[in-house]
């Protein structure tokens, strides 16, 4: 399995404050049978280093330093970036893709769509990148519309759903919008969004169980394993159904006789 979104540097952002955290966190990863992991630091949100890009190459650095003889996982570089007017601008002087790639995470406000994002994310795709939204059964306007969700997926953005939304561990509320969106065709990935080895743990195991009883076994396995794969490579993902807007197929069950 490929974890393509995991808080791993530790003293950046809100993820694992020291080494020995982030060694738990591999531990579990790999005993989980994770066998690669991008490491996705959030940026323009959360730093304690102020966003500053010296300080991140430099922690990135001694992290590859010092995993470099890991056995269990392989570790890619990423970045989790904020949505911010200015945002194609530090994707592209701090190449923030996914293992380098086109791909990169775009991350909401919680309780946000912001006005604009449509055409942030032409501009975006213009300039050759690929917005992957962050999570967004855990945002209160896509939860609310996911119309706008399906329209984005339409324009070629991509969106990933966390292992915890799956396996209800965000509650029943996010867990619906997971399904929801999972039987749709408006997630393309699970990935863990781990922080800690105690509350956000580097797990998906249990999430691809439940997408299989959802989407079915092997589809559920290419969200851990074909398509985040075709991220790092920077290769069109495998196609596994196009999007459904989710209000036409809640009608059509509805009226179903």
């Not at 003293?11 to 066998?35: H, S």
């Not at 922690?59 to 590859?64: A, D, M, P, V, Y």
């Not at 990933?160 to 990935?189: C, H, P």
Request: hydrophobic content about 40%.
């Amino acid at each position: 399995m490929i974890d393509l979104h995991c808080h791993l540097l530790p003293d950046w952002d809100d993820g694992p404050d020291t080494w020995e955290e982030v060694d738990r966190m591999i531990a579990l990863a790999a005993e989980d049978g994770i066998e690669a992991i991008c490491i996705t630091p959030h940026y323009l949100r959360f730093s304690r280093h102020g966003n500053d890009p010296d300080t991140l190459r430099s922690k990135f650095e001694e992290f590859f330093e010092r995993y470099k003889e890991e056995k269990r996982i392989s570790f890619y570089r990423g970045a989790e970036v904020f949505i911010h007017p200015d945002i194609i601008k530090h994707i592209k002087m701090e190449s923030l893709g996914l293992n380098g790639s086109e791909y990169v995470f775009v991350e909401f406000p919680s309780d946000q769509v912001p006005a604009g994002t449509k055409d942030l994310f032409y501009r975006m795709m213009l300039d050759g990148l690929t917005p992957v939204i962050s999570h967004p059964e855990r945002n209160t306007v896509f939860g609310g519309q996911p119309e706008l969700l399906y329209d984005l997926v339409c324009r070629g953005c991509l969106a990933q759903v966390t292992a915890m939304s799956l396996t209800g561990e965000f509650g029943a509320v996010v867990y619906k919008r997971a399904e929801l969106f999972l039987k749709n065709n408006l997630v393309q990935f699970i990935a863990t969004d781990a922080h800690d080895s105690q509350k956000r743990k580097p797990v998906l195991s249990k999430a691809v169980k439940v997408a299989a009883a959802l989407t079915g076994k092997e589809k559920a396995g290419a969200m851990v394993d074909d398509i985040p794969l075709a991220i790092l490579n920077n290769e069109i993902i495998p196609d596994w159904g196009s999007p459904l807007r989710p209000d036409k197929a809640r009608k059509k069950f509805f009226f179903k006789k």
